[in-house]
């Protein structure tokens, strides 16, 4: 059974750092692409970040471009996001998803997210 | 960016009837590579349909959906009361992967 569990969110003050962890288990990690997506209080679904299975290209929003770092360990099963430079605009339940494949692009596997506050 | 935006905002139907929101998108998405999610409030989302057409695993006939040039369509043939939720468009051909806006489909 695949499982993604997120950690590592909570209250951060403006300008300071968090990062986020997600912990895969149930299929071969380091054969799908892994992604972030973001969703702030009552408002819509945010692509935030992709890496690829092997994680040597990396894709980012914008809005968070130079500010947010996404990787993976391979031999451990994580996904990360490092977020520094928060902003009340990062406020929001950040979900990790696995793709179909080895390429960025549609997800079959949600974590149930983790909550980041930044006030 | 290729900008996604679905239409209608809300849509309000009984159970039974048939469901078609659109998503339409800003510049050709490469090889139909356009998804649909379903979230309910407090869930995660869940994949219903990718590559415009294939339905994912366990989502249930019901759910189709269909492209024309830039334009998606996800059809409901009869809505169930579990189908009653936000759904979602994104499109993965071209970084930024970006999502559409979501329709609400609600109980009339």
């Known amino acids: 059974e695949v499982q993604l569990l997120e950690s590592g969110g909570g209250l951060v003050q403006p300008g300071g750092s968090l990062r986020l962890s997600c912990a895969a288990s149930?299929?071969?990690?380091?054969?799908?692409?892994m992604t972030w997506v973001r969703q702030a209080p009552g408002k819509g679904l945010e692509w935030v970040s992709s890496?690829?299975?092997?994680?040597?290209?990396?894709y980012y929003a914008g809005s968070v471009k130079g500010r947010f770092t996404i990787s993976r360990d391979n031999s451990k099963n994580t996904l990360s996001l490092q977020m520094n430079s928060l902003s009340a605009d990062d406020t929001a339940v950040y979900y990790c998803?696995?793709?179909?494949?080895?390429?960025?692009?549609?997800?079959?596997?949600w974590g149930q997210g983790a909550l980041v506050t930044v006030s | 960016e290729i900008v996604l935006t679905q239409s209608p905002g809300t849509l309000s139907l009984s159970p039974g009837e048939r469901a078609t929101l659109s998503c339409r998108a800003s510049?050709?998405?490469?090889?139909?590579?356009l998804a649909w999610y379903q979230q309910k409030p407090g869930q995660a989302p869940r994949l219903l349909i990718y590559?415009?057409?294939s339905r994912a695993t366990g989502i249930p006939d019901r759910f189709s959906g269909s492209s024309s040039g830039t334009d998606f369509t996800l059809t409901i043939s009869r809505l169930e009361p579990e189908d009653f939720a936000v759904y979602y468009c994104?499109?993965?051909?071209?970084?930024?992967?970006?999502f559409g806006p979501g329709t609400k489909v609600e109980i009339k």
């Open positions: 590559g415009a057409f």
């Open positions: 890496l690829t299975g092997s994680g040597d290209t990396t």
């Open positions: 998803a696995k793709a179909k494949q080895w390429l960025p692009g549609n997800h079959d596997y």
């Open positions: 510049q050709s998405v490469s090889t139909s590579s």
């Open positions: 149930g299929f071969t990690f380091s054969d799908y692409a």
């Open positions: 994104q499109q993965y051909g071209q970084s930024p992967f970006t």
